[in-house]
């Protein structure tokens, strides 16, 4: 499975991106997608995730009520809108996906795209 993250780019304070997530070669449709960010010399930190069904959503604390998680089983694709934006949210954001189960927020997915820089200046 390849993933591709795109949508990243520079935003000023309080404004929004939308980031984007194309799987393909191969089957994901039970798989859970998450969205995981880093700035350099910090570990990577969830972000947010959602099952294959989108019934199940988890947001970080730090980015709740401002960002919202969604996916295409049929497109395998999947969205993070991110608004209200801080510099604090400014990172390498990379989307991720593994068989469900297990605990999310941490970042043994199996697969992971290549990363897609959000830079928001005060």
């Known amino acids: 499975v390849q993933l591709q993250a795109s949508g990243g780019g520079l935003v000023q304070a309080g404004g929004s991106l939308r980031l984007s997530c194309a799987a393909s070669?191969?089957?994901?449709?039970?798989?859970?997608m998450g969205w995981f960010r880093q700035v350099p010399g910090k570990e990577r930190e969830f972000v947010a995730a959602i099952s294959n069904s989108g019934f199940r959503i988890e947001f970080a604390d730090s980015v709740k009520g401002r960002f919202t998680i969604s996916r295409d089983i049929r497109e395998k694709t999947g969205t993070l809108q991110m608004n209200s934006l801080k510099p604090e949210d400014t990172a390498v954001y990379y989307c991720a996906m593994k068989p469900r189960g297990g605990n999310w927020r941490v970042a043994n997915y199996d697969f992971w795209g290549q990363g897609t820089l959000v830079t928001v200046s005060s």
């Open positions: 070669g191969g089957t994901v449709n039970m798989y859970v």
